[in-house]
Structure formats: structure tokens, C-alpha cells
């Protein structure tokens, strides 16, 4: 860490006016790392895309065109001043459907992370603070999950439920939350242990209040990584179930299914495989960089 | 030491009970069944009341499932879908699975590690973020799409086939024609089931590698004037990989788990497709051992990474 | 530094290595071997022609394995294991004790009333007496054609109805001592009953367990007293005097009635000298066996009910198999193109778990040699076959589960047929290097609108729904144009399908008329029909994995939305679909397809009696059809049947409970040029000639086969 320490002292020189921030001083950090600015960067375009379509669908506006549209006649056309990204087999605008898609694919990995930290978090939390009896049997039952085939369970889960988007959602999140259950209860066994909470205790200040004041935020940071990079990979997930069938049913356009569609005209229309599978890699690939960004400013700050 | 490993492995015979009922439940639970698979106007439903009673179907749960034990320890276990030993089907893809796994963690290990290094030495130059660029793009890459870019390429480019383990409908060639026949069918799978981990295990491999170039005893080793490359390769990196070897542990579990999508795409007979296969067909003994299987290793390797943790790092004891 | 450049070295030897593999593959690559290579999507089941179940353990058995007969080339059924067959019957009737008529009077009058002509034309061999009132008549063939003739002679009123009392047993009940509620056990307990009343015993003519949950008795007069009995064992007294009532054990489920009771007989005469891959010879020991084998019923088979109508099969001769059925059933014929298993090696193993699934042995051209699980599937020719060794060296058929990757392998040559998919079509027949071959494929796709829902049981709304249907779109666009508009149930290229039935046109505004008349309109301005305040709105499922049958779906949801009809699309993972949808008949339409055997019958498909177990999942019911089936099913003349089917196809047609979409072609492709059939001609030259299709499709004279320019297979 020296050489950041060195850059740090500088800085802070330049600067002696403005008080100490701790956000300031990790947006700094942030802003270093250009592979990171980058993947912020594409998220908030695709995110402002994302709402964007989302307004055009709810009042019906129909641009670039409408993506349910189906014009059988210009089925499957390669790139073309009208389509820029060609047309599927039944003539729909591959453009316009994976605009519309961009909300569908992003939801799909927000909702599932956000499943996977709720659920991992509580549980987490519930386990490394009580402690007791309560703590082995949670982590039996995290043991119990870990060792299930994730793939044998999002399957059988998503022939159990419905197999509409949102249950493919949850699905995808409750397979993921292992993880973040375990490492929030290691940190709150670690924390627990510091002087300031100890003395907080000592004080009489109540148990949830400690979790949830002191503990959690402390906390916030990790888990707000591991949520950045299981945002891509919960994409990706969707993506792989598409392909054997199981993801977002059509005709709700995903990236993902999208993509799985179009690999049976591989050799008669390359667009419907390219570009799909363009898009799902740098969404995940700017997940990641962000994700990567947000821990190395996390842990240079600490 | 020794009885740390024994109390664990206590440990994990509940865990494996629960695992057994929860997913034995699950597959009953969830709908669809193993008969009448197809609309044949052939199946009456005598045909097939008699086959669920063929299958002890009609039992209840906790006697199917006290059945399914009993068959399972003493190996009696019979697959649904073809009346063979559950044991026998899962031996026989065991070889395929692990060849394509031990040649994909080569090779993982063998890029990766240098890549990770290389990187490391060269903090922040053009290559280091050129890596790191590369690296995120390989995690972020869907397999199946990488897989089909790869084989698009290769089939069209190069007019060689690429599915199968090896290429079919050749005269009898000679061993080492038919060695390297094998090798060039293993690699793009490997490749592709290899790319996610090439990627994680450059950056991990870079990280420890900084973290171990920033401690004491290599300032010490500079300021007795050796070599960098000496510094680096003789004393950094020792202590930077040691800490890999706790992966083994994890990757047992993957041996057997296989690789659903890239076995399909691949036509590779694994582990991963007899479990998708059974699945679908809803064959519950095939299922279930392949799920009981799995878990044993899963647990196996945790406990082998934890204890090869404390061979390693001498300071972590276990009591 | 050693440890440095061993470290930066090993990408390096790992890229070198893969370099040298790859070149030695391309160098290698390109010599073939006198083979054929397959591919299917799934990996095969059981290798066991009575067990299997898929398309790849078909395609395999196939091969291995002969049948007694096999259709041929232009779809005819022709001998296989059994050189020759004859069908004949012997059918009974027994006239009434007070009618006067006497068994003799009756042959007489028969004998006297049939000149020669009409008994030859009748094909009628023989007339018998079996008792005083009992008659036999044998026939040369199989058939009803004889039975008006002989209703006309000795009237019906002087005959005596033969009734047929079928019996279902509730098996999930016990009898009150205990006893297993078992057909078998019930029917013995009748007997006992049966046996201590004099007067009723000689009425009954027979006695049948047909299932563990079904048996059925047959016999003479007023059936009154026989009810009254089985009555009292299916629904038994109480034993304890004010305990509430038991439910019934079983219940009589109908009462058939026929003048002339018709067992028609199948004779085949098989081949001798016949081996099978072992060198054992072929019997019909083995055919007996194969048959028993079915019937067990610890057999899981999905073959049995093709059997079920067969009352024995007799062996009279190592080369004889005489098979005797209950009912003339004319579809029954064609069961007997099943392979047969050997008994000398099954016979004192589980069939359901021997190894021989793994590694069969069979009669057929080629033997079986390898399975690797999910890989491949390799047989080699039977040198001994008695037609003559095949011309190829073996068939290997491979396992790739991604149907857009086999066509990626069949261009490189590493698979030699390939099943082109309609998008491709085209390009594969420009392409120089291919050859496409097209034929009508035995199915048809349909919406099948389940009639117990309110929405469709009206016919002019499910006719409405068809006209608003663009089904010539559907072909066009989603099939390429390589398809036909289907307008029933049949294949357009067999002889059952009437060509006076045109298919309803694509006419929205006459669908929005039918749907007016049936109360369906657009009220309140929203785009939408109504009726009574309700929209018009269902939900259409399908099964996923099925690309042609989804897209179907959406084509389908936008041209009824055009005529005001809001669709929901559901797609369902197969096993589900089936066990929680179509068999519950949870459902209120779906997009199916059928793929359908040679012969007409589909009892189970459009029988009212198979609405509510069977697969007449839509509930359809039409007793003029119910009528027809079940004639067509026991008429065995061509031309009858050819009418009946005609008018079959003509009622369903008209009532629209499914709307028939399209019959899809089938298009196989082959490297041009790659094979040849080889034959000899008279003065004993060879001579190779194009591969064309037949009507049995493109593989028919497989046996023929040869690579043009392969290497020799070395032993």
C-alpha cells in the first residue's frame, strides 16, 4: 500500500481547506481505476436504457418499434439501415427486443441479488449474533444448501413454481445467498468481539439496535461488492437457463433467451447470436469492473 | 489434528441426512413423474398403474425413501429409465468427467498463474491492465455463447469437427495419431469450462502475489541486495501459491458435478448431462444418488481445503 | 532463473501441445471407412424392441432385430421372419333353445341357401355344429363381411345373443375377510358361485381375466341372474347388521351384445434356416416367448395393449405361430412387425434389467458391437444375414444433444445424414456439396381446444377460431413452405385421407360472424369480444424445447388478437406439461402435434370412451365417429375400411375439435455423392445406383448401402 499512501498524503495536501470525508476520499479512490469508471459508466447507460423502455412500454410508444411486432416478410434479415440488428424468425427487430430486454435482464439480476443479500444477510446476521443453538443449526442448513447441485435445484424449483420471470428471479436468488449468509456472520463475530461494541453492550443498549446501528453497517461495504459482482453473475445465470429452456419465458424478451433462440439459425443468421451475446458480456463484464472498482476503493480506504 | 477431522466428519452425517430427505422431497414434490413420458396411444392406464407399482410408486414417501436407502447401501439401486444399476451408469461417465477436468484445471493453473504473476510484477503498466481487462472479460463470458463462437470458428475456419471425445468414422489409426485425435477434442471443452477459472484465479493469483511483495521479509530480501527476479521468484512466489493449494480441496467437488451446459454443447458424455438427463426424465434414483454424491464431495472438500489450510499456514491450528 | 522460465513456460508447452494435436487431427482427418454415421439428440434407452421407448433405441432395433412382417417400400405389409401368412376365422352363434331350430336344420339350411359362388365370394371354408344349438363357421379370412348374408338365412330372432359382461374391480379395496380385491380372485369367487347353480352354468360360455383390474364373462340367454350374482360379490352384504354401507368393490361396467361371436386366426408360416447373431436358430419358440414376455406384467412395456385383443397363440410347429383373437381388430396385423427376442437367452432373466438391453442379440442385418453411453451406438454387418450380408461394414450412430451443433458436424463430414430443418431448407439444396431429399412426414401440429371448457364446447365458435387462423401464413413463414394446411387427422399421402374435405379458408370476417352467433362481440369498444360482460380470453400452452410449436403459439395469439381474441402463451417443461396439464386436463387449449403409425385406427385419440383416461384429451364425443372407429377398427376389406375412414375424416373435420394446422415434409440431406446402393444384376454384375426415396423413407434399402471411396474397416 505504499505507493497509495504516498498518492493519499499529496492529495490530501493539495486540499487542506475542505475537512476529511469518508465518501470523498472513496470516490477518489473510484475514480482512479478507469476499468471501474468504465463499468459505471455502462451501467448508467444501460440503466437509463432500461428505464427509458420502460416508460416507452407502459405509455405505448412503439421506438425504435414495437418489439412484439411481427412482420413475417422480413423475417429473419440481416443488419439493415431499418434494422440495425437484424430481424428473428418471425420478423421482429432484434434491436427493438433487446432494448426492451435491457430492463428485463437487469431486473432479472437486481431482484436475484437482491433476494440472495436479504436472505443471506438475515440469516447471517441471525446466526453470528445470537449464537447458541441458533448458530450451528443455521449453518447446518447453509451446509445443507451449499451441497445441493445449484443447477438440480434452480430446475426443479423452476418446474415447481410457475415459470414466469419473476419466479425465475427468486430462484436464481435463493441459490445464491450462502454466501453472503456465512461471511456476514463471520464479520459480525469479528465485530461483535471489538472494543466499541463491547462497550456499547456494556452500556445496555438492546440487541437488534446493536445489529442494525453498529454492526450491519460496518458490514455494508463487503456485502455491497459481492452484491455488484452477483448482480453479473445472476445474468449469466438467466442466460445458461435460457439455453436449456428454463429461463425467462418468450415472449418477454431477455438477452438470454433472445440469445438461445437465435443459436438455431447460427449458420442462416449470425446476428441473432452476436449481438445478444455481445450485450450480456459487457453488461456482466461492466458488473464486474464496477464491482472490482468499488473493493479496491473500499479496502485502500480502510 | 486427527480427531478435528474425525469431529467433522461426525459433523457431516446429519448434514448428509438432511440432504437426502430434502432433495428426495423435492423431486417427489415437484410435478411431472417418471412415467408416462411420452402421449403414446399405445400406454393404457392399466399399463401404467402397473408400472408405478413395478416402480413402488404408489408407497408412501418414508417407505419410498427407506427403499431407495436400502437400495442405495447395499448397491441394489436400479435406474428408472433402464432398468441398470444407478452405480454402474455413474462409473462408466466417471472417466469422461474427470479427464475433462483434471485437463481443464491444467490448464487453468497453467495460464492462469503466470498471467496472475506476470501481472503482478508489472503493477499498473499496460499489460497489467490489459490482463485485468482480459481477466474480467473471461468471467464475464456466457460459456454457451463462447462455445458456440469457438466452434463456429473452428468448424468454418479450420473445416475440422470438434464434438465427441474423438473423431468418428476414421480408419484404425495408430496411438499417437489417436492420442492427439483425443487431446485436440479435449480442448475447447476444457477451454471453455476452463476460461471463467483462468480469469478468477489470474486476479487471485496477482492479488496474493502483491500482498506477499509488500511484507517485511522481501523488503529484507531487496535490502540484502538480490536480484528482483530473484526476490520475486525465489521468495515471493513460494509464498504466494502456497495458499492455491487450499483450491484443490474445492475442486473435488467439480470433478463430478460437471459442467451441464458445456457437456451438452460439447456432446461430452459426463456427469453433468446423466444428471440433466435424469432430471428431465424424472428418473428419482438417478436423481437422488447423483444429489447424495455430489454433497459427500462438496463436504469432502471442504474439509480437505480446511485441513490442507493448516498444513500450509503453520499459525492456523485446529483442536 | 530456472523456476521463472519453467513457470512463464508452460502456457507456452500447453499451447504447443494443443498445436501439435490440432495439426495431427487435420492431417489425419478426411479418410473414411465403409460406414455410415448417424446422430441422434438423445442417447438410446434399451436396445430391446418390446422395452424401448425412444427414438434412438427404434433406430438401432431397427437394425438388429426383424419382425414376423415389415411394411416395404411402398408401404405394404410384406413377410420378414415369416415367409408367408394366412388370416382366417371361426366364428360362432348359437340358436335359441325354443326356436325351433335345431343345430343340424340350421347347417342345412346354411349349406342349402349358400351356392358355391357365395360361399367362395363370402370366402366361407366350412360350417360345424358343436352342440345342439351351437354352430361354427369357418372363413378363409378374417372379417364381418359374411355376417348379414347369415342374419338373413337364420333370422335373428331364432339366435341366440351372445352377451359379454365386462367387470371393473376396485384393486385399491379388500374384500371384507381380507383378500386381495384382485380381477383374478374375484372372478374365482363368481366361479364358485356360478359352479352351485346347475341351470347357470351351462349358459355361461367363458370366463376372461383381461386385467388385474377388469375380467369379463360371456354367456348365452337372460343375464339377469349372472348381474344378480356379481352383484352380490362387488357390492357385498355387510357383515355387521347397522354399520354404514361399504362402498362397491368394482362395478359392471357394460354389456356387449353380438349374434355371431368372431375370432379371427392369424397362421404364420416363418423361415427356416434362420440364425440369430449367436448362431442359435430362429424358432417360434421365440415368437411365443416374445409374445409372453409383453404380457407379463411385470414387463414395463408400453406395448401390451396392441396385444390385449389376442386370445392365444398356439405353436403347433417350429415354424408355425397361430394367433387367435377375441374380436376381429384389423390394425392387429401390423403388431406383429415388432422385433423378435430370442428365448434362448432371456429366458430366465428380469427382461426389464437383463444386460442383453445393453447388448442385444437379434436376427437382423447388422449385429450389435458397441454402446458408449451417451457418445455412440456402433452395429456391424451380419455376415450371416439370411437376405445376404449388408454392403456397409457398420452404422454408427452418435449422440449430439444440441440440434444446431449436428449440423455444424454433418458439414464437416463427421456425420453423414442429417435431418435439415426447415430454415435451411434452402440453403442446403443451392449448396453443390448436398443432397436434400424431401418426403411427407407421418404427423400433424394442432391447437386442440378442450371442450370441456365452456369457451369451446360451441362447434361454431371452435370453427370461427379456425377461420381466424392464417394457417398458410403459418406454413409460408414458419415452415418455410415445406408443409401442407392439414384438414384432419391423416397424412395427405395415405390412402385413408379423403381428398373432398377442403381445409376451412382464412377468413376473419366469416370467424367474426360465427362468434356473433354464438354471442361473442365487441360491446364495450375495447378491442375485445365479450359476451355477458366476460372477454374472450384464454390460454394457449405448449411444451418448451419446441421452437416450431412456440412460435406457432405466438403467430396464433397475433391473429386472434386481430379478431378481438386475447391469447395467453404458457409454456411448460414436458414432463409437466403432460402429468399437471394435458392428463388432469387442466388446460383450455394447446399446441400439439401428433406422429402417427400406418395404419388409420385412432380409438384412442378420438373414442369418447378415451375422454377421460385415454388421449382424447378435448373431450371430444360424436357418437357417429364413436360408431365408425369402432367399425373401422374391426373391418378388415380395404375398400370398407378406405369409406370408413373417409367419413371419419369428413365428421371430425366438421366439428373442428382441433384446428388442424399444417403437416410438416420431411427433408433428410446426404453428402452427395457419398453413397450408393449396390446390387447385382442379372448376369451377376454389380451395379451402383442413386440413393432415392421411398415411401418408407430414404434408409429403407439401408442394407444395400455403400461408401464410394472409403477405406476398408480392418478387422
Known amino acids: ?302 | 489434528m486427527t480427531t478435528y477431522i474425525i469431529r467433522r466428519i461426525l459433523q457431516c452425517i446429519p448434514t448428509l441426512f438432511g440432504i437426502t430427505v430434502i432433495s428426495f422431497l423435492m423431486i417427489n414434490i415437484a410435478p411431472g413423474g417418471p412415467i408416462g413420458q411420452q402421449l403414446d396411444p399405445k400406454v393404457s392406464p392399466a399399463v401404467i398403474e402397473q408400472w408405478e407399482k413395478n416402480f413402488h410408486l404408489n408407497e408412501p414417501l418414508h417407505k419410498q425413501y427407506g427403499l431407495w436407502l436400502k437400495d442405495l447401501l447395499t448397491g441394489e439401486l436400479k435406474s428408472f429409465k433402464d432398468g441398470r444399476p444407478v452405480i454402474t451408469k455413474i462409473l462408466e461417465r466417471l472417466p469422461a468427467t474427470i479427464l475433462l477436468s483434471v485437463i481443464s484445471t491444467i490448464i487453468t493453473f497453467s495460464i492462469a498463474i503466470p498471467l496472475g504473476v506476470f501481472s503482478a510484477s508489472h503493477r499498473y503498466s499496460m499489460a497489467d491492465h490489459a490482463t485485468t481487462f482480459l481477466a474480467f472479460l473471461g468471467i464475464s463470458m456466457p460459456s454457451f455463447w463462447l462455445a458456440y463462437m469457438l466452434i463456429l470458428l473452428f468448424v468454418k475456419g479450420f473445416g475440422l469437427p470438434v464434438l465427441g471425445d474423438r473423431t468418428f468414422g476414421l480408419p484404425g489409426l495408430g496411438v499417437s495419431a489417436t492420442f492427439f485425435d483425443r487431446a485436440w477434442h479435449l480442448l475447447l471443452p476444457s477451454l471453455v469450462l476452463g476460461i471463467g477459472g483462468i480469469a478468477w484465479l489470474s486476479r487471485y493469483a496477482r492479488g496474493s502475489m502483491l500482498e506477499v511483495l509488500e511484507q517485511d521479509y522481501i523488503r529484507t530480501a531487496r535490502a540484502k541486495g538480490l536480484a528482483e527476479d530473484e526476490v520475486r521468484y525465489g521468495h515471493a512466489l513460494r509464498n504466494a501459491l502456497l495458499p492455491l493449494i487450499t483450491i484443490f480441496g474445492f475442486l473435488i467437488p467439480s470433478l463430478i458435478s460437471g459442467a451441464v451446459i458445456t457437456e451438452t454443447i460439447f456432446a461430452w458424455p459426463g456427469i453433468g448431462r446423466l444428471g440433466y438427463d435424469a432430471v428431465m426424465s424424472r428418473d428419482y434414483p438417478t436423481v437422488m444418488t447423483l444429489a447424495t454424491i455430489s454433497a459427500v464431495l462438496v463436504l469432502l472438500g471442504n474439509l480437505i481445503a480446511d485441513v490442507l489450510y493448516a498444513v500450509v499456514d503453520p499459525r492456523i491450528r485446529y483442536d | 532463473m530456472r523456476f521463472k522460465r519453467l513457470l512463464f513456460s508452460l502456457p507456452l508447452i500447453v499451447f504447443i501441445f494443443f498445436l501439435t494435436a490440432f495439426l495431427i487431427a487435420k492431417r489425419n482427418f478426411g479418410q473414411k471407412v465403409n460406414q455410415l454415421v448417424l446422430t441422434s439428440s438423445g442417447d438410446a434407452d434399451r436396445l430391446n424392441p418390446i422395452l424401448h421407448a425412444d427414438t434412438a433405441s427404434g433406430a438401432i432395433t431397427e437394425l438388429v432385430f426383424n419382425g414376423l412382417i415389415k411394411y416395404n417400400e411402398n408401404l405394404e405389409l410384406v413377410g420378414d421372419l415369416a415367409e408367408s401368412w394366412t388370416t382366417e376365422q371361426i366364428s360362432t352363434l348359437y340358436l335359441k333353445p325354443d326356436s325351433g331350430l335345431r343345430g343340424e336344420e340350421a347347417l342345412s339350411l346354411l349349406k342349402d341357401e349358400l351356392s358355391p359362388e357365395e360361399l367362395a365370394e363370402l370366402k366361407i371354408k366350412d360350417f360345424r355344429r358343436i352342440s345342439s344349438v351351437g354352430l361354427e363357421i369357418y372363413l378363409d379370412t378374417a372379417g364381418r363381411a359374411f355376417e348379414q348374408r347369415v342374419l338373413e338365412i337364420i333370422s335373428p330372432e331364432k339366435i341366440e345373443p351372445i352377451k359379454s359382461i365386462y367387470v371393473a374391480v376396485d384393486t385399491e379395496k379388500k374384500f371384507a375377510d381380507g383378500a386381495e380385491c384382485q380381477a383374478q380372485e374375484m372372478l374365482q369367487r363368481l366361479k364358485e358361485k356360478i359352479n352351485a347353480d346347475e341351470v347357470l352354468k351351462k349358459r355361461i360360455l367363458k370366463y376372461s381375466v383381461e386385467r388385474s383390474d377388469l375380467f369379463t364373462v360371456k354367456m348365452l340367454g337372460d343375464p339377469q341372474t349372472l348381474l344378480s350374482l356379481i352383484g352380490s360379490i362387488i357390492n357385498p352384504p355387510l357383515e355387521e347388521p347397522g354399520q354404514g354401507q361399504e362402498p362397491p368393490l368394482g362395478a359392471i361396467q357394460r354389456i356387449e351384445e353380438v349374434f355371431i361371436d368372431n375370432n379371427p386366426i392369424i397362421t404364420f408360416h416363418l423361415r427356416k434356416g434362420v440364425l440369430w447373431h449367436d448362431g442359435a436358430p430362429f424358432t417360434a419358440e421365440d415368437v411365443k416367448f416374445t409374445y409372453e414376455k409383453i404380457m407379463d406384467e411385470k414387463t414395463n412395456t408400453t406395448r401390451r395393449s396392441d396385444y390385449e385383443l389376442v386370445q392365444n397363440l398356439e405353436i403347433p410347429d417350429p415354424y408355425t405361430v397361430r394367433i387367435r383373437y377375441k374380436q376381429p381388430f384389423s390394425p392387429s396385423l401390423e403388431t406383429w412387425a415388432m422385433g423378435v427376442i430370442p428365448k434362448h437367452i432371456l429366458e430366465n432373466e428380469d427382461v426389464n434389467t437383463a444386460s442383453f438391453n445393453r447388448q442385444p442379440i437379434g436376427t437382423g442385418p447388422f449385429k450389435f458391437k458397441e454402446w458408449l453411453s451417451d457418445q455412440k451406438i456402433t452395429v456391424v454387418a451380419n455376415k450371416g444375414y439370411f437376405r445376404g450380408p449388408p454392403n456397409l461394414d457398420q452404422i454408427t450412430m452418435r449422440i449430439i444433444p444440441e440440434s444446431s451443433l449436428r449440423e455444424m458436424e454433418f458439414m464437416v463430414e463427421s456425420i453423414d445424414y442429417y435431418g435439415v430443418e426447415a430454415h435451411q431448407y434452402r440453403r442446403f439444396s443451392l449448396d453443390e456439396d448436398f443432397k436434400v431429399y424431401m418426403t411427407p412426414a407421418y404427423g400433424y401440429t394442432y391447437i386442440g381446444w378442450n371442450m370441456k371448457v365452456p369457451l369451446f364446447a360451441d362447434k361454431r365458435v371452435r370453427r370461427a377460431l379456425t377461420y381466424a387462423i392464417n394457417r398458410q401464413e403459418i406454413v409460408d413463414y414458419l415452415l418455410y413452405g415445406l408443409g401442407r394446411i392439414a384438414t384432419g387427422p391423416y397424412p395427405h399421402h395415405m390412402w385413408y385421407y379423403n381428398h373432398d374435405v377442403k381445409p376451412l379458408e382464412y377468413d376473419p370476417e366469416k370467424a367474426k360472424m360465427l362468434l356473433k352467433e354464438a354471442g361473442w362481440e365487441d360491446t364495450d369498444g375495447d378491442g375485445f369480444l365479450d359476451k355477458e360482460g366476460k372477454r374472450f380470453k384464454f390460454t394457449l400452452i405448449t411444451n418448451n424445447g419446441n421452437t416450431l410449436r412456440k412460435n406457432t403459439a405466438e403467430l396464433v395469439q397475433r391473429q386472434l388478437k386481430e379478431i378481438g381474441i386475447e391469447v395467453e402463451i404458457a409454456l411448460y417443461e414436458w414432463s409437466v406439461f403432460l402429468s399437471n396439464k394435458i392428463n388432469p386436463r387442466d388446460y383450455e387449449a394447446c399446441v400439439l402435434g401428433w406422429s402417427l403409425g400406418l395404419d388409420p385406427d385412432q380409438y384412442q385419440i378420438w373414442h369418447s370412451s378415451q375422454a377421460e383416461k385415454g388421449l382424447n384429451f378435448v373431450y371430444y364425443n360424436n357418437s357417429e365417429v364413436d360408431r365408425l372407429i369402432e367399425a373401422g377398427r374391426s373391418e378388415y376389406d380395404h375398400e370398407k375400411r378406405k369409406e370408413i375412414y373417409h367419413k371419419i375424416h369428413f365428421l371430425i373435420a366438421e366439428d373442428q375439435p382441433y384446428t388442424f394446422l399444417f403437416m410438416p415434409e420431411s427433408t433428410p440431406a446426404l453428402h452427395k455423392g457419398a453413397f450408393r446402393i449396390r446390387t447385382v444384376d442379372a448376369s451377376g454384375k454389380p451395379v451402383l445406383e442413386e440413393i432415392k426415396m421411398t415411401k418408407s423413407g430414404l434408409t429403407y434399402f439401408l442394407e444395400k448401402w455403400v461408401r464410394v471411396k472409403a477405406h476398408s474397416l480392418q478387422p
Request: charged share 15%; hydrophobic share 50%.
Open chain 1, 1 to 302: 500500500m505504499t505507493e497509495n499512501a504516498l498518492i493519499n498524503e499529496s492529495d490530501m495536501s493539495e486540499q487542506p481547506s475542505r475537512p476529511y470525508s469518508p465518501y470523498r476520499d472513496f470516490f477518489r479512490q473510484f475514480r482512479k481505476n478507469k476499468l471501474a469508471v468504465f463499468g459505471a459508466g455502462t451501467l448508467l447507460i444501460l440503466s437509463l436504457v432500461a428505464f427509458l423502455f420502460w416508460i416507452f412500454s407502459i405509455f405505448e410508444v412503439h421506438f425504435p418499434c414495437d418489439p412484439t411486432a411481427t412482420e413475417l416478410v422480413a423475417q429473419l434479415q440481416g443488419p439493415s439501415r431499418q434494422h440495425p440488428f437484424g430481424t428473428d424468425q418471425l420478423g421482429r427487430d432484434v434491436l427493438a427486443r433487446m432494448a426492451h430486454g435491457t430492463r428485463i435482464s437487469l431486473l432479472v439480476g437486481f431482484v436475484a441479488v437482491g433476494v440472495a443479500i436479504t436472505v443471506g444477510v438475515l440469516i447471517g446476521s441471525i446466526a453470528g449474533y445470537f449464537g447458541r443453538w441458533v448458530d450451528p443449526l443455521l449453518m447446518r442448513f447453509v451446509d445443507v444448501v451449499m451441497c445441493f447441485p445449484t443447477f438440480f435445484l434452480i430446475l426443479t424449483v423452476v418446474a415447481l413454481l410457475k415459470p414466469n420471470f419473476w419466479n425465475v428471479m427468486i430462484v436464481i436468488g435463493l441459490t445464491g445467498w450462502t454466501g453472503t449468509a456465512r461471511f456476514v456472520r463471520a464479520e459480525i463475530l469479528s465485530i461483535k468481539e471489538r472494543d466499541y461494541v463491547k462497550a456499547i453492550e456494556a452500556v445496555g443498549a438492546k440487541r437488534r439496535k446493536i445489529i442494525f446501528k453498529h454492526i450491519l453497517p460496518n458490514a455494508l461495504a463487503p456485502v455491497l461488492v459481492s452484491a455488484t459482482l452477483g448482480v453479473a453473475g445472476a445474468i449469466l445465470t438467466e442466460a445458461g437457463l435460457s439455453f436449456l429452456g428454463f429461463g425467462v419465458q418468450p415472449p418477454r424478451p431477455t438477452w438470454g433467451n433472445i440469445l438461445a433462440e437465435g443459436r438455431l439459425y447460427i449458420f442462416d443468421a449470425w446476428w441473432l447470436t452476436l449481438f445478444p451475446g455481445l450485450a450480456i458480456l459487457l453488461t456482466v463484464l461492466s458488473f464486474n469492473l464496477f464491482g472490482e472498482g468499488l473493493r479496491d476503493a473500499f479496502s485502500r480506504r480502510a
